[in-house]
């Protein structure tokens, strides 16, 4: 089996080659990392082989090796890796081809209904959002639950984003793509103390909207760590949701079917999410149980 350094010494310049264009386009440290160690992986089952070379069937074999040991969500991520890797040797003129892109996601995944707090579950959560820095933690929580952002954007999030004379928030989405956010008028008041409350940076130069307690950035893991806490803390009182998964990612979900939940548009949905494709939208129209028992008890079914 070939190690890291052998992966390393025999495809150079592809692996050198994926992680400029991979921050070229945007993508998150977390995610650089985690699909950098997918496609070693899939390097590593190429047998030396030139990656130009490999095909659908090596692709395929590949992933159904990481199926037996775990399911379909970690499939469609590596799928999603080497997708990204061949695309940025063909942006490189190292490949002429995408085999990647010959194989189908899992469906399993698509037609599972996303995890999501309701409406009310929404609002009380927000009261149990505490800590030293409480208007910080509660504007974060305010914008991936109530604008939809997500985890990374937050993070990436300067003070010359925010937009108070017009209430509205530059975003800078998922493929360095900038999309601007209306904001509710309480998100901007937030957004307004928790400028105040900020710690002076470290550093005179860092933009930063949220600054941890040393003066730098909040990393993407202390954001993660805010919102488990709190959902930690509103699981004890709230049984019913104790075996529900929740995190910063659940909050968008719980943007999303709020807004369907109200008949916003699909479409304007799409825009206020920073999707590519309004198939990625789509998933957040599921129906809900009291959507459901209200459809049935319009039935009238007569005596017999």
Known sequence: M?????????????????????????????????????????????DEAPVQQAGKLNVVSFLVSKQEKAGDRTRNRTLSAIRSFYASL?????????????????????????????EQDLQKVL????GRFLERNLAIFLLMGYCGLRVGEVHRMNISHFKKERGALEVLGKGRKWNEIPLPAMVTEVLMRAAEERISPFSAKEEAFFV???????????IQK??????????LDHPHLTDMKLSCHKLRHSFATLLLNNNVDI???KELMGHASIETT???THINDEQKRNAMSAIKVPKI
């Open 282 to 284: 789509m998933i957040y």
């Open 212 to 222: 941890s307690q040393k003066g730098r950035r909040l990393s993407i893991r202390q």
């Open 226 to 235: 805010i919102a488990a806490q709190v959902f930690e803390a509103y699981k």
């Open 127 to 130: 009261h149990y959002v505490g």
């Open 267 to 269: 479409r304007v949905v």
């Open 90 to 118: 063909i942006d490189f003129e190292l490949a002429t081809r995408n085999p990647a892109m010959e194989v189908k996601k899992s469906k399993t995944e698509r037609n599972k209904n996303p995890v999501y707090l309701e």
């Open 2 to 46: 070939n190690t890291k350094y052998d992966i390393e010494d025999m495809y150079a310049e592809p692996i050198q080659a994926f992680q400029v264009w991979m921050k070229q386009s945007g993508y998150t440290e977390a995610t650089r990392k985690e699909y950098l160690r997918e496609v070693y992986d899939y390097l590593s089952s190429l």
